[in-house]
């Protein structure tokens, strides 16, 4: 089946043989990979092997899959979706008019599932990469840590890293029958050690969780470790779009299964050994028979690929959200291939990929890599408890005592994790500063935005029509272009910002035959694309408003030029040029646009905390201040360019022309990012 095909059944959120498949592939990789290091992790941490602990840790690791990752995300959280669409933004998209605090546990959770990202295709690969060391005659060579193997994982991530520029079209139909025989093979191997041992299905018993929790004595801190096999949860509510909710929680009964089996199978193993410690054993490739060893080693660097790449992928969607939501700076994003939703965001690419290169050269070994990994994931879990409990509340309008004891249950035990893992910050300071970067970063970004808001003066634009028609009509004045656009922030159609009017007005009036203001309404909803149109004054002042969802690219050049040529073809608007020389040969006008933006002077009165916002953007616009002019003149000729290779589809009669974009000074402009088509 074509890729396409199955992006079909899965949109159609029907549950299908291709739309469990591709779920596999997409959703459950990161959680679908923690067999590699969590019982390893567990062990290690709980100091001498005993039944005690093999018992309390297969106890503790299937009850918090049953009670953070069935209950809470698949059964609960699952529910919130947003037009199809999940994830910490599009929670806080359906919840934000019920507070205006929302906002900050949207921020804060968005920020820790971003930073503790770059831990999980280290740790994912290394561990598949130490298995290699259980091959006879490869002990001495793979080692966990040495020169070797750090060189494999780095090269292993650079590829990775270098292969998101082209898209997963192509492989990505493989993903799902890669961890279909993954988490097959979890199965089989343990159901193979557990018919050796088939007493330990008694671990399923809370009894032997608590036991372990109370009576050993790293009982609590041991939390740590246990939640290593639950840290895909989030990623799996933030790939909701990609699947659908039954496709997803069909698929999960199945990934459960198989993950407790291979728990199962790793505990009976070891209770087996009768040994007080396995040194640098790694059970999951110790129940692996002998003849198989190599080839699950490379399934298991293929699922932690997989992993990783997904992953990857769910960090340029929260970062393409947060720039629609204002929360983000706006970076270059690209489309590398038709399939909807994938895109590749390369600033973000190389950030993480840095970010990865960093763990693997500081921790070096999967096992110190775990020390550390987890803390953020807790505070993102908590995070969206916040979020949920405004929606079950104020969306679902379920009873208080019944969102209450929800809430409840689930804080409970995301501040027992959170409080276990805390220990880990001493191990994880790298992560703490990678953190803060991004949640400062969007804290910033959106606090600015709304100084910038509160200086905006708007005016009643009907009063200065006659005015626009007056200078339109203006002979004396020079013709500054035919047809002059600005981006306007007034929701209003008979408002408009008042420097808009000053920049049309003052100094050197621009004479125009048409005047355009677009303006861009954000959406709740994730995939909204609308647009209207009104004429305030016939073929003189023209008026478009787009309705875009929060996850939709502000493709501004694009959607104009598809809102002109509807126009064209409707006999809405005439563009043949206005000049007798031009209009006999059908050239057409040319259109400008014009963007408008304050610069902060430092000679202020702002707060100490507006201004550490205003400060840190007017640095951020000054950086690319630098790069004004290269970048206006590339604009322009990629307007121009970008223009011409679309209107050739148009019949040459109709529209020959090209636009241009430029910029208009009040104190230090920036580029036009968000304008340029790309």
Not at 368 to 390: E, H, K, P, R
Not at 475 to 494: C, D, G, Q, W
Not at 555 to 568: A, D, L, N, P, S
């Amino acid at each position: 089946m074509r890729m396409a095909d199955i992006m079909d059944h899965i949109h159609s959120k029907k549950v299908t043989t291709a739309g469990l498949l591709i779920t596999l592939g997409i959703i459950f990789g990161d959680i679908g990979t923690s067999p590699l290091y969590t019982f390893q992790t567990i062990l290690a941490e709980g100091g001498k092997i005993d039944d005690s602990l093999v018992l309390g840790a297969i106890s503790c690791v299937f009850w918090t899959l049953t009670l953070q990752t069935t209950f809470k995300y698949v059964f609960i959280t699952l529910q919130a979706d947003n037009k199809g669409e999940g994830g910490v933004f599009s929670l806080y998209a359906l919840v934000r008019r019920y507070g205006k605090k929302l906002v900050y546990p949207a921020i804060i959770g968005a920020g820790t599932l971003l930073a503790d990202g770059i831990i999980t295709p280290p740790i994912s690969v290394t561990s598949a990469i130490e298995g290699l060391g259980s091959v006879h005659g490869l002990e001495n060579i793979i080692v966990p840590g040495n020169a070797l193997v750090v060189e494999i994982v780095m090269v292993i991530i650079l590829l990775l890293f270098i292969f998101q520029r082209f898209g997963t079209k192509i492989v990505g139909g493989s993903f799902g029958p890669i961890m279909f025989v993954w988490f097959s093979m979890l199965a089989l191997l343990g159901i193979n050690q557990i018919m050796h041992y088939p007493t330990v299905f008694k671990a399923l018993s809370p009894h032997y969780g608590l036991e372990l929790l109370i009576r050993h004595p790293k009982g609590f801190w041991l939390l740590g470790a246990v939640f290593l096999c639950t840290t895909g949860a989030e990623a799996l509510y933030s790939d909701l779009g990609h699947c659908g909710r039954k496709n997803i929680q069909v698929s999960w009964i199945f990934v459960k299964t198989t993950l407790v089996l291979n728990y199962l199978g790793q505990g009976a193993w070891v209770l087996l050994q009768h040994k007080q410690s396995l040194g640098d054993v790694n059970p999951f490739f110790a129940i692996v028979p002998h003849w198989f060893l190599i080839p699950s080693v490379f399934i298991a660097m293929a699922a932690s690929i997989i992993a990783s790449q997904a992953l990857i992928s769910g960090s340029f969607t929260l970062i393409n959200e947060a720039i629609s939501l204002n929360f983000w700076p706006k970076v270059t994003v690209k489309f590398p291939t038709d399939v909807r939703g994938q895109i590749y965001i390369p600033s973000i690419n190389w950030v993480l990929c840095t970010g990865c290169f960093l763990v693997v050269l500081y921790f070096r070994t999967s096992e110190a890599m775990t020390a550390a990994y987890g803390f953020s994931i807790t505070v993102a879990m908590l995070m969206t408890t916040v979020l949920m409990y405004y929606f079950l509340r104020y969306v679902k309008h379920y009873p208080f005592w019944l969102v209450g004891a929800i809430v409840t249950v689930f804080v409970a035990v995301e501040t027992s994790f959170f409080i276990a893992n805390a220990v880990k910050i001493v191990k994880r300071l790298f992560f703490l500063v990678f953190e803060i970067g991004l949640i400062s970063t969007m804290y910033v970004w959106y606090h600015a935005r709304k100084i910038n808001n509160r200086f905006l003066n708007f005016i009643d634009l009907n009063e200065h029509i006659p005015l626009l028609e007056n200078l339109s009509k203006d002979e004396s004045v020079p013709k500054f272009t035919s047809h002059l656009i600005y981006l306007t922030k007034a929701n209003r159609a008979t408002q408009i910002e008042e420097k808009i009017l000053y920049s049309i007005f003052s100094h050197n009036p621009k004479r125009a035959d048409v005047y355009w203001f677009v303006h861009i309404e954000r959406t709740d909803e994730p995939y909204t694309m609308e647009y209207g149109v009104e004429e305030l004054m016939n073929d003189k002042v023209i008026r478009v408003e787009f309705r875009l969802g929060f996850r939709v690219q502000q493709r501004v050049g694009m959607m104009f030029r598809k809102v002109v040529t509807e126009m064209i073809c409707n006999k809405e608007l005439d563009i043949v040029s206005r000049f007798p020389s031009l209009k006999k040969h059908n050239i057409a006008e040319d259109f400008r646009f014009m963007i408008l933006e304050k610069f902060l002077s430092y000679d202020n009165e702002f707060s100490m905390r507006d201004g550490l916002s205003s400060t840190r953007i007017s640095i951020s616009r000054k950086w690319r201040w630098r790069k004004k002019k290269l970048l206006v003149w590339t604009a322009a000729r990629r307007w121009s360019k970008s223009c011409r290779l679309s209107l050739l589809r148009l019949p040459r009669s109709i529209f020959t022309g090209h636009i241009t974009a430029s910029i208009i000074s009040e104190g230090q402009p920036f580029a036009p990012h968000s304008l340029v088509p790309r």
